[in-house]
């Protein structure tokens, strides 16, 4: 599908939930790798989302695996990010291109004081690491603009779409302006 985008001159992302077998298959890497070549596809238009929990499994095999993807060309997402054990160390070693914000947090935004606490130093953190940062679960203008203001301008949620089959994507797209869709 990200090779069809691409031809069609559409600048997308396509994001890719990995299930915990799947990312620690000892022949993910090697597959991946043919189905890129056999495909054509742009890996750079490609995120691979794990969560946070299957990264920590196994923290020494999961920074080997993100870096092997990332050397093909792929982001690594952590998606959940804050809802497991949350190891500082472990992100920084984790060497994942972005970090995603679970919902949880975004679900009381803005008026929970603790969730906005929490949302804001994943926020400042990410940031100090260089690390893209994406909110999940957004659902309301009020989500939104705090998101914004405190300096994530990424996000994913049933305000801007709900999930749907890739032909009705398709008519949505062109309906509507984003710079990046997952």
Same mark, same amino acid.
């Given at each position: 599908?990200?090779? $069809?985008? %691409?031809? %069609?001159?559409?600048?997308l992302? &396509?994001?890719v939930? &990995?299930?915990?077998?799947?990312f620690q298959d000892p022949?993910f890497v090697?597959? &991946?790798?043919?189905?890129?070549?056999?495909?054509?596809?742009?890996?750079?238009?490609?995120?691979?989302?794990?969560t946070?929990?299957?990264?920590?499994?196994?923290?020494?095999?999961?920074? *080997?695996?993100?870096?092997?993807?990332?050397?093909?060309?792929?982001?690594v997402?952590?998606?959940?990010f804050?809802?497991?054990?949350?190891?500082?160390s472990y &992100?920084?070693?984790?060497? $994942?291109?972005?970090?995603?914000?679970?919902?949880s947090f975004?679900?009381?935004l803005?008026?929970d004081e603790?969730?906005?606490?929490i949302?804001?130093?994943?926020? $400042?953190?990410?940031?100090?690491?260089?690390?893209?940062?994406?909110?999940?679960?957004v659902? *309301?203008?009020?989500?939104?603009?705090?998101?914004i203001?405190?300096?994530?301008?990424?996000?994913?949620?049933?305000?801007?779409?709900?999930?749907?089959?890739?032909?009705?994507?398709?008519?949505?797209?062109? *309906?509507?302006?984003?710079?990046? $869709?997952?």
């Amino acid at each position: 599908q990200s090779r $069809a985008w %691409a031809d %069609a001159g559409k600048r997308l992302r &396509l994001a890719v939930n &990995l299930s915990a077998r799947q990312f620690q298959d000892p022949e993910f890497v090697p597959t &991946l790798r043919q189905a890129i070549g056999e495909s054509g596809a742009n890996p750079q238009a490609i995120e691979l989302e794990i969560t946070e929990s299957v990264a920590l499994r196994d923290p020494s095999a999961a920074q *080997t695996t993100i870096g092997e993807c990332r050397d093909l060309g792929f982001r690594v997402v952590l998606d959940d990010f804050g809802t497991y054990y949350s190891s500082l160390s472990y &992100l920084k070693k984790l060497g $994942a291109d972005t970090i995603k914000i679970d919902r949880s947090f975004v679900s009381g935004l803005p008026s929970d004081e603790g969730d906005a606490a929490i949302v804001r130093a994943i926020i $400042a953190l990410g940031r100090s690491l260089g690390r893209e940062i994406i909110a999940e679960g957004v659902e *309301t203008t009020e989500q939104a603009g705090w998101l914004i203001r405190e300096g994530c301008s990424t996000a994913q949620g049933f305000l801007f779409a709900r999930p749907m089959p890739e032909p009705d994507f398709e008519r949505w797209l062109g *309906t509507h302006h984003i710079q990046t $869709a997952v």
